[in-house]
């Protein structure tokens, strides 16, 4: 038999062993070729069983696959800055240097940098500071930042009861402590709760409060609430209870809201509230957005049992209340790439960009 | 997804459609290279390394890849090629050190597929670079020979001829001395 007619019938009988048919019955079908085929057929079983013995480590595909999208991450970046978006961004860093410069180098300015709720100023230093939230992309430095000012919040309603400076509007979050003996606090500011909220439900919590300062130092509440925390970015690590995204490890909860199936390197928003100094909370999940959901769906979400509602949505959507600016709003349904793949018909191209030939 | 994706809708660099490809394709890569590819740790670099390479021709957007699979699996031989280059004076570990395994239980069966494993892994490498290429892809990824022809740019008669050759020579070469 010549070879080319051996190869085909190799095929042949490979592809029914393949197919579960005994070798045996194989070879009897060619019993003028079974001493040819055997060794063939036995060889290529060998091959095929140790191969389907090969299975990849998930931890390293994980990797592989975070290491690829944040590629294409990285990738995309440059094609997305259209000239208008660039010459937007260039003029809000314009401004921002230019109320950096008049802060620095001006009276006016150095006031406004100390200017506490109520100060002429005030709404100055407020702007340049969401304009440096609204530049930070980077989930761990934009929490780091809004961890900044929240603490900054709290001095300042600190410093206007150092001054005696009562009656005034403020804004601010930290962690709700205190018992019904020694009065309760948030951040550490004294505060005057309404009888409907019941402040043992808070303890503990991170909470967002509004309210005005009063003669004695303390602030009446008018309105308290969990504060959100949006997180946005590449998800780097999956475990059972705890993701991390964009380098903050976020607590996951068997009621959290999960609006997907998302694995290691897929770009995510999360709503998280604040458990601990360096812990958080997922309440939902879902695909990043390509703009921020509306406030009210939030104040829904972040209301806590008062009694009843808040009509202001108190979650600072009122911009001299507003602690958090933007990263308050909650992942959502849509999915901008829910468009598959077409097919195609399989053509013959190759990897062209390789430096190698065999 | 299917195994044939045209180039628009990968181009966009869409972070799903893009992590869609990858879990398909990722194991298939995978498997061809570590079934060439004696290191578990280099077969997992360098699976990784298939990925950004394709990342950065669709970023380039220089032609386009309408068969990704054979685009990727093309890539892995040509990274197979160059390791193997570089390693053919490099000594070869102890079989001793490779009968781990990776659920941490050794049986006999285990034991003897090991170096089932290393034979064969060790015959491969006696072949030829393209008599190694056609039994990765018909062993590892179950492809037709119309598909190892089209990845190959052979044609179908081409690929059985080439097939039976290499695995009479495999098996000339799994023979004891």
């Given at each position: ?15 029914q062993v393949r197919q579960g048919i005994p070798l045996e019955t194989v070879l009897m079908q060619h019993p003028e070729h079974a001493e040819a085929l055997r060794p063939l057929l036995e060889t290529s079983q060998l091959g095929r069983t140790l191969a389907g013995g090969i299975v990849p480590n ?59 709720p109520g100060d002429t100023l005030y709404p100055v230093k407020r702007a340049v500071e969401n304009a440096q939230v609204a530049l930070t992309s980077n989930p761990a430095s934009r929490l780091g930042l809004e961890e900044t000012l929240d603490d900054r919040r709290s001095f300042e309603v600190q410093a206007l009861a150092e001054r005696g400076r009562s009656n005034q509007d403020v804004a601010f979050a930290g962690f ?183 | ?177």
């Amino acid at each position: 038999m010549k070879p080319t007619n051996l190869s085909h019938l190799f095929e042949e009988c490979d592809l029914q062993v393949r197919q579960g048919i005994p070798l045996e019955t194989v070879l009897m079908q060619h019993p003028e070729h079974a001493e040819a085929l055997r060794p063939l057929l036995e060889t290529s079983q060998l091959g095929r069983t140790l191969a389907g013995g090969i299975v990849p480590n998930r931890a390293a595909q994980n990797r592989s696959r975070a290491q690829f999208l944040a590629a294409a991450a990285e990738m995309r970046q440059p094609a997305r800055r259209t000239l208008s978006t660039g010459l937007l961004r260039f003029a809000v860093n314009l401004v921002m240097a230019l109320l950096v410069a008049l802060t620095a180098f001006s009276v006016t300015g150095l006031v406004s940098a100390q200017s506490l709720p109520g100060d002429t100023l005030y709404p100055v230093k407020r702007a340049v500071e969401n304009a440096q939230v609204a530049l930070t992309s980077n989930p761990a430095s934009r929490l780091g930042l809004e961890e900044t000012l929240d603490d900054r919040r709290s001095f300042e309603v600190q410093a206007l009861a150092e001054r005696g400076r009562s009656n005034q509007d403020v804004a601010f979050a930290g962690f709700f402590s205190g018992s019904a003996a020694d009065g309760w606090m948030a951040a550490g500011v004294p505060l005057a709760l309404p009888a409907e909220i019941k402040p043992e439900l808070l303890a503990g919590s991170y909470v967002q409060v509004n309210g005005r300062t009063q003669a004695d130092g303390s602030v009446a509440v008018t309105s308290i609430s969990l504060r959100l925390f949006t997180i946005t970015g590449i998800v780097e690590q999956v475990e059972p209870d705890r993701w991390t995204v964009g380098g903050v490890k976020v607590r996951i909860a068997p009621q959290t809201m999960i609006n997907g199936t998302f694995t290691v390197g897929d770009s995510i928003s999360l709503t998280a509230i604040r458990t601990g100094t360096d812990e958080f909370l997922a309440l939902a999940i879902g695909p990043r957005l390509p703009k921020p959901a509306m406030d009210a769906t939030l104040s829904a979400r972040g209301s806590l049992p008062t009694g009843e509602p808040d009509d202001d949505g108190n979650t600072g959507s009122d911009d001299d209340d507003n602690v958090d600016g933007d990263s308050t709003d909650v992942p959502g349904d849509d999915d901008p790439g829910e468009d598959e793949f077409e097919d195609s018909e399989p053509d013959d191209d190759q990897p062209d960009d390789n430096n190698s030939e065999d | 997804m299917s195994t044939q994706t045209t180039p628009n809708s990968l181009t966009a660099l869409d972070p799903r459609k893009l992590g869609d490809l990858h879990d398909e394709y990722y194991p298939q890569v995978y498997r061809y290279l570590r079934y060439r590819l004696e290191d578990e740790r280099l077969c997992e670099d360098l699976a990784a390394e298939v990925f950004l390479r394709l990342l950065e021709h669709l970023h380039r957007n220089k032609g386009e890849i309408t068969n990704v699979r054979g685009w990727l699996l093309g890539t892995a031989r040509h990274l197979v090629q160059d390791t193997l280059r570089g390693k053919y004076r490099r000594p070869t570990t102890p079989l001793e050190e490779h009968e781990h395994l990776s659920n941490g239980a050794t049986t006999e069966l285990d034991l003897e597929n090991s170096q089932d494993h290393q034979r064969v892994r060790a015959a491969m490498q006696k072949l030829t670079a393209d008599q190694q290429h056609v039994l990765a892809l018909r062993f590892t990824q179950e492809l037709s020979l119309e598909e190892a022809a089209r990845i190959m740019q052979r044609s179908v008669n081409a690929i059985k001829v080439l097939q039976h050759r290499a695995v009479d020579a495999l098996r000339r070469h799994l023979e004891p001395a």
